[in-house]
Structures are given as C-alpha cells and as structure tokens.
C-alpha cells in the first residue's frame, strides 16, 4: 500500500477513528500524487477515490496498483452507495480547518456516520516533514529561482516599471522549466519597498532605489520563496545601516537554525535585536514551504514548538520604515540535525544593478 495512506491509517487508528474524509486538494496530492478535482475516503478496509468524469483519464494516469485505491465516478455513486462508505465505523474523521460548515452538514447527511470527528491537522502536521522525493524537487524550484535572480541583474534597468520586471520574472520561470509562479511577485521600489505585501505597479525604478523583489516558482507542485533587495543605480547611504542589520539577523537566524531549536525563541531573538536599534519584527520570521507556498510550521514569537530535521522553511527577517523604504532578505532553508542548509543561494551582499 502506498506509504503515506498507510501511516494515515495509522495515525486515524490511534486517534480511535475507523475512517476519514480527505477533501483539501493539497493533502489529497500529498497523500496519492492526484491533482484532479475530488474526495478521498479512507474506509475500514478500501480506500476510495470519487470525481467526475472530466477526471477519470487523469487520476487513471496517476494511480499505481500500489496505491490499492478504488476509482469511482461522481455519476456511478448512488445514495446507497455513500451510506455504506462508513458502515460500522464510530468515528470518521474529517479536515475541520478546510471544509465549510455547510459542507460538513453535506457529509453528516451524505455519508451517515454516526460521528465527524476533527482530526486537527493531522495532514498539514505530517506535511512539514519532507521526504527524499519532496526536497529534491523544492531544491529544484530554489535553483531556478536563484538562476532567475543571476538573470534579473542583467536585465533591470532605471527607467523599467516595476510590472516589468514581475512580467520577466514569469517568462523567465515558463521558459526555463518551471510550472509557473509560486505566487505573485511582488517588485515594490523606493517607496513602495516599505509595504511588506506591496503590490507591484507601474512605477519606475530610479536612481537610488532599493528593490525588493520576492519571488518564486513551482517545479512539479513543488514551491521555491526567496526575497532579495537589490539598488538602482547606487546604494544610499541611509539605507546601509538598516540593511546591514537585517542581513546580521538573517546571517544569525540561519546559523541557529537546526533540529531542536525552539521556534519562539528563534523569532524573540531578532525581535529583541531589532528592538535594540529601534525597529520591530512586523511579520513572522518565516514559514513553511512545500506543496503551498505557506503552511506549517509558522515560525513566530506565538509558535513554542521546535524545529525537525527535513522540515524546509524560510528565513526572512526584515524592516520597514512608512514612507520610505523597506530591506527584507529571505532564504528557503532545510533544517537538518547540526544545523540548517540554504536551498536558496543567491548572493545577500550589496547588489547594484544599472550601476553606469
């Protein structure tokens, strides 16, 4: 049997359930590689995959005998049929964070299970951890990205609109093997740069700005996040002494970051360091990185757990000041035993493009 649907047995067998209703689309490509529209159900003794007919071929091309997964169509499944997915079972589990309340009334109604148990996470918990498979296609996605960024040196120049260079960046990843965008790029210059989540528009790059650019593309479902902040032209000096300090604290988080490592205290460490030269840490430190762009672990002053060998997260401490500009720096890492590796490579020293 395939397994991740076999470890998932196991788990629902420990949390005393006989059974569990998978329905969010990211854990569903985790647990068997579909990417196609429907349900999947753990039962007693089957597993059961039910689409529509639009899907059929799909999944069909997906699914391996060692997934013991038994296909259905939509249309083919009768009320009966529904009614005795979970015949026998007491608790049946299902993924309380995802579906909405009416969608669960749906399930009480369709599938007659005596109890819907949640099953707190249990997918986006086991997710964090990356097998073999997982790191090797999230290392591909970081060095077509860090290829990207080599390529973007050449090509920004003063006078290009920020949705210019966003517009490059996705031809850059299309044409060089990647699925697309691991989500919208944000380019945010001088001004701009001081919106952690600024949205790319159609202003110039002039001479003196700093850009910030954080950007990434998916490679086989897999996703790549990195942030650089680059200069137009030359470097002002007013902005050295805040990039200086979020490279220190990028530098430090990256040299903490090991299995073990307590995942507040990670956060407290830059926060407490940030507040010293009279700057605040305004977003989490960083988050995890996989089959979404942000899942778990988060990694903040909230969060008192620890960091796992093979979880793969980002480091990106950065400061903004209103009105002005803006320096964040962030690596996709891979923490390991003694310490943590980056996925992304890219250059964090000083980067001037259109330097003449």
């Known amino acids: 049997m395939n397994n991740k649907i076999k470890w998932l047995r196991e788990k629902i067998r420990i949390l005393d359930m006989q059974g569990m209703i998978?329905?969010?689309?990211?854990?569903?490509?985790?647990?068997?590689g579909i990417n196609?529209?429907?349900?999947?159900?753990i039962t007693r003794k089957e597993n059961h995959y039910i689409t529509d007919s639009r899907y059929?071929?799909?999944?069909?091309?997906?699914?391996?005998?060692?997934?013991?997964?038994?296909?259905?169509?939509?249309?083919?499944?009768?009320?009966?049929?529904?009614?005795?997915?979970?015949?026998?079972?007491?608790?049946?589990?299902?993924?309380?964070?995802?579906?909405?309340?009416?969608?669960?009334?749906?399930?009480?109604?369709?599938?007659?299970a005596n109890n819907l148990e949640e099953?707190?996470?249990?997918?986006e918990k086991q997710r964090m951890i990356k097998d073999e498979n997982e790191i090797e296609?999230?290392?591909?996605?970081?060095?077509?990205?860090?290829n990207c960024f080599k390529h973007l040196q050449n090509f920004i120049k003063i006078g290009m609109t920020e949705k210019q260079v966003a517009y490059e960046i996705e031809k850059y990843f299309i044409e060089h093997g990647a699925d697309g965008l691991a989500f919208e790029t944000i380019v945010a210059s001088g001004k701009n740069s001081s919106k952690p989540h600024a949205k790319t528009t159609e202003k110039q790059i002039e001479a003196g700005d700093p850009i910030t650019i954080d950007f990434g593309c998916t490679y086989r479902g897999y996703h790549s996040d990195m942030t650089r902040t680059i200069f137009a032209g030359?470097?002002?000096?007013?902005?050295?002494?805040?990039?200086?300090?979020?490279?220190?604290?990028?530098?430090?988080?990256?040299?903490?970051?090991?299995?073990?490592?307590?995942?507040?205290?990670?956060s407290r460490n830059v926060d407490n360091d940030f507040s010293l030269h009279g700057y605040n840490l305004v977003h989490s430190l960083g988050h995890g990185v996989g089959l979404e762009i942000h899942e778990l672990p988060y990694i903040?002053?909230?969060?008192?757990?620890?960091?796992?060998?093979?979880?793969?997260?980002?480091?990106?401490?950065?400061?903004?000041?209103?009105?002005?500009?803006?320096?964040?720096?962030?690596?996709?890492?891979?923490?390991?035993?003694?310490?943590?590796?980056n996925l992304t490579k890219s250059s964090k020293d000083y980067i001037i493009v259109d330097a003449n």
Request: proline share 2%; aromatic share 10%.
């Open 22 to 32: 998978v329905s969010n689309p990211t854990n569903i490509k985790y647990l068997t």
């Open 36 to 41: 196609a529209e429907g349900v999947l159900l």
């Open 56 to 112: 059929i071929e799909e999944v069909q091309s997906v699914l391996t005998i060692d997934d013991e997964i038994i296909l259905h169509n939509y249309t083919d499944v009768s009320s009966y049929d529904y009614e005795n997915f979970f015949s026998f079972c007491e608790n049946v589990g299902f993924e309380e964070s995802y579906i909405t309340y009416s969608t669960y009334k749906n399930y009480m109604q369709k599938y007659k």
């Open 119 to 123: 099953t707190e996470n249990i997918l």
């Open 137 to 146: 296609q999230i290392t591909k996605a970081c060095e077509l990205t860090d």
């Open 234 to 266: 030359y470097v002002p000096e007013k902005i050295k002494p805040v990039y200086e300090l979020v490279l220190k604290n990028q530098l430090q988080t990256a040299k903490d970051m090991k299995e073990g490592i307590n995942i507040r205290t990670l």
């Open 300 to 341: 903040n002053s909230k969060n008192d757990n620890i960091l796992k060998e093979n979880m793969i997260i980002t480091n990106e401490p950065g400061i903004y000041l209103a009105g002005e500009f803006g320096v964040r720096i962030e690596d996709t890492v891979l923490i390991t035993k003694s310490g943590c590796t």
